[in-house]
């Protein structure tokens, strides 16, 4: 059964020293690790010369994720950025020079290895003109399948752009032009100064910027508008999927503040009769009965696998639950575990050969 993981995370090597180049800081370096025989064995990521992770060899060397994704029958990764890479608090110019190496790195293990990996690419979002011709790059020479942005965008003299903003759909019609897939990864975590303790913005922040991307997108009219655009949610929808119920109350009781700019029903967006929601989620949910639940709430036509992998609060066996649950039919998996992200992708079977 063909295995599509579409949320891996992968480093080039080395990639310039911005802050050196341009001297202002929050760049962030990667440092390799040798063993005793001198040997690369990991690295260190640095923000400002202060370590932020450490990561294994697989996030920057592709020969050992080909092998490990041998071992774990995983026949394609579908590549992107850490998101700590997206920069978008910088100078448009330098976000898009280090974007630009980033993605031709990516590019380049894909025209390697196209049975294997498949690429998205990362975009200077905080400047509209520049993040589309960053993306026309991505698209029509580096042959990628779309690109990775966060949930929100930082300014630096005005307040941070949600997806709702009038900007930052330029981008998405530039993406549904272009036939780019999008896929939204939580990043830069609301509240996070304020629960340093317990790995709080990771368990709780993250979720909950996926949900504010999600409500961004749904009550700026962004599906309205662009119907065909396709948009996948990382780990699962975030909190979303779980606050549906209270944000249709929200936008019952209180549409003076909720249904502003759009007055549809946020559960339209979801599954309904025969017809699945307008967005995609990745199915890294941890929870069997978690998975089940959101199948229902989107279909499985929109819900694909995805890893996270090489971090540790990813699927160390990607696809391994949904292999592992009995009630799902055979048709049910393949379309989880490859199916719905070939439509998200828009890329055809034949291009990773015959099913295993
Ligand atoms: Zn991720």
């Given at each position: 059964m063909l295995k599509i993981d579409i949320h891996t995370h992968i480093l080039p090597p080395k990639w310039p020293d911005l802050a050196e180049k341009y001297?202002?800081?929050r760049w962030v370096s990667l440092v390799q690790q040798h063993d005793a025989a001198g040997a690369c064995c990991g690295g260190r990521m640095l923000i400002d010369g202060e370590p932020f992770r450490d990561v294994k060899l697989n996030c920057f060397d592709h020969a050992v994720r080909l092998q490990e994704c041998d071992s774990l029958g995983v026949d394609v990764q579908v590549l992107s950025t850490v998101?700590?890479?997206?920069?978008?608090?910088?100078?448009p110019d330098h976000t898009l020079e280090l974007s630009r190496h980033l993605n031709d790195h990516i590019g380049e293990l894909c025209r390697e290895h196209p049975s294997r990996f498949v690429g998205l690419g990362t975009i200077p979002m905080q400047a509209p003109d520049l993040a589309i011709r960053e993306l026309e790059r991505c698209m029509k020479e580096l042959g990628m399948a779309g690109v990775q942005i966060g949930s929100h965008i930082e300014q630096p003299r005005t307040a941070d752009w949600n997806l709702s903003e009038p900007a930052v759909f330029e981008i998405f019609e530039a993406a549904h032009e272009l036939g780019a897939a999008v896929f939204v990864h939580p990043w830069d975590m609301m509240g996070e100064h304020d629960m340093g303790r317990y790995w709080l913005p990771w368990l709780v922040g993250m979720p909950a910027e996926t949900a504010r991307a999600v409500c961004s997108m749904i009550f700026g009219g962004v599906f309205d508008r662009l119907p065909d655009l396709r948009v996948c949610f990382a780990h699962g929808g975030g909190s979303f999927p779980y606050t549906i119920g209270r944000i249709e109350h929200g936008w019952r009781c209180r549409p003076d503040l909720v249904a502003v700019d759009n007055e549809r029903n946020p559960w339209s967006y979801l599954a309904e009769e025969g017809k699945p929601a307008s967005f995609y989620v990745d199915a890294l949910v941890h929870s069997r009965n978690t998975l089940r639940y959101l199948i229902a709430l989107m279909d499985e036509r929109r819900v694909a696998m995805g890893s996270d992998y090489p971090f540790p609060l990813g699927e160390a066996k990607p696809g391994g639950m949904i292999d592992s649950m009995y009630d799902l039919t055979d048709t049910t998996k393949r379309r989880l575990l490859a199916g719905t992200a070939l439509e998200f992708l828009d890329l055809s079977e034949e291009r990773f050969g015959p099913a295993t």
């Open positions: 001297g202002y800081g998101p700590i890479m997206f920069s978008y608090w910088a100078k």
